[in-house]
């Protein structure tokens, strides 16, 4: 089976940096994910990792160690509106040359003035 | 313009009656997904499927049928609901090719329900 670790609740505040970790440990791993849901919303793709090492997307950052089953999603000059649930979702090989996503269960962020 | 839907977006209904959630995409994606997202629980696989006629159980299969007949449409059915059913729903769909972004799941916009 997946298993997938994030911490369930972080608070900041608005300008920091802040960075929510990802642990796991699954089997046949090809790729981890990030998105972000806002209250009532649907989630939406933050970033993909699937080679060691950091990638980067404006404001947003994301890191990858296959090694250590680690990653985390750096957020710099947080904004009010980056208040919101970040998920980490790691993609695993399932069968016949498919691969499927499994989610954590999300980090809650709040940004405070 | 590339999107999930579901139907219907909020729904309010008693123990026992049987209910349908329709999910629908036009990307031609061959992987299909239910989630549903409890406070505290994150998102909780219900069923997936992989193509036409191929579907697999997640975490949480109790009380949840679902079809794929057409590779567009993925429904959910409760046949006998109950107020543990009580939750936010999301269906997604992705390719699953083992490309990076390709793989990105699209979520439709959830149904949120409620079993009295």
């Known amino acids: 089976g997946q298993n997938i670790d994030q911490p369930t609740e972080m608070t900041a505040t608005e300008g920091a940096i802040v960075q929510i970790n990802c642990t796991y440990q699954t089997s046949g791993f090809n790729g981890l994910f990030w998105y972000q849901q806002h209250a009532g919303e649907a989630p939406t793709f933050l970033s993909y990792n699937v080679l060691d090492g950091l990638e980067e997307k404006g404001r947003f950052s994301s890191f990858l160690s296959r090694s250590k089953g680690y990653s985390y999603l750096l957020l710099k000059e947080l904004q009010m509106k980056d208040s919101a649930s970040y998920l980490c979702?790691?993609?695993?090989?399932?069968?016949?040359?498919?691969?499927?996503?499994?989610f954590g269960r999300g980090t809650s962020l709040i940004v405070h003035p | 313009e590339a999107q999930v839907t579901q139907n219907p977006r909020y729904l309010i209904t008693v123990t026992g009656k049987k209910l349908t959630v329709t999910c629908s995409q036009n990307?031609?994606?061959?992987?299909m997904s239910w989630y549903r997202q409890d406070p505290g629980l994150g998102l909780r696989q219900i069923y997936y499927s992989m193509n036409v006629e191929v579907t697999d159980k997640g975490d949480v299969p109790e009380g949840y049928k679902v079809s794929r007949k057409e590779k567009r449409n993925f429904p959910l059915i409760l046949e006998s609901p109950s107020p543990n059913q009580t939750s936010l729903y999301f269906c997604a769909s992705s390719f699953i090719t083992g490309g990076p972004n390709t793989d990105t799941q699209y979520f439709g916009p959830g149904t949120r329900l409620t079993v009295l």
């Open positions: 979702a790691v993609r695993v090989y399932a069968s016949g040359g498919s691969y499927i996503p499994t």
């Open positions: 990307m031609n994606h061959e992987y």
